[in-house]
């Protein structure tokens, strides 16, 4: 077990190197996550859970959820992102999505992905609200 973990741990380690020493696939996975607005829609997501923590944490200062919000770029964020695409994908796979997110379909999927997105996260919170519905009032008989 001991053996397969630090196997695991080496074989990540020399795949982000190895991606490091790569610009092409650098500059790709760069591209990719423009074109795509990864990044954006991930720091979005980022922002979203800061506010949901602001007011989970009222005897949090507003000021620092403010500096913390104001401090994060989006930028930094990507560079983050990455190593880790790096480390999952081939160069490849990164290459075959930007070439179909550069065509018609890829186009047309990403123009109707933020909407698609808000779509799912509404019937997703639709959803658990009704699931937890009889459970809250099961929890409230007791």
């Not at 610009?23 to 949901?52: G, H």
Request: charged share 25%; with cysteine; hydrophobic share 45%.
């Amino acid at each position: 077990m001991r053996t397969a973990l630090l196997t695991l741990v080496l074989s990540c380690i020399l795949s982000v190197q190895a991606a490091e020493k790569d610009p092409a696939l650098i500059q790709d996975i760069r591209k990719f996550l423009e074109l795509t607005n990864v990044a954006e829609l991930s720091f979005a997501d980022i922002k979203t859970n800061i506010e949901l923590q602001s007011r989970a944490n009222p005897d949090v200062p507003a000021e620092f959820w403010k500096e913390l919000t104001d401090k994060l770029k989006p930028q930094e964020f990507v560079e983050r992102m990455v190593p880790i695409y790096a480390s999952h994908f081939s160069h490849a796979e990164i290459k075959s999505w930007i070439a179909f997110f550069e065509s018609p379909h890829g186009q047309s999927f990403l123009k109707s992905q933020v909407a698609v997105l808000k779509e799912c996260s509404a019937a997703g919170q639709a959803y658990v609200e009704e699931v937890a519905a009889p459970l809250l009032k099961k929890l409230q008989k007791k």
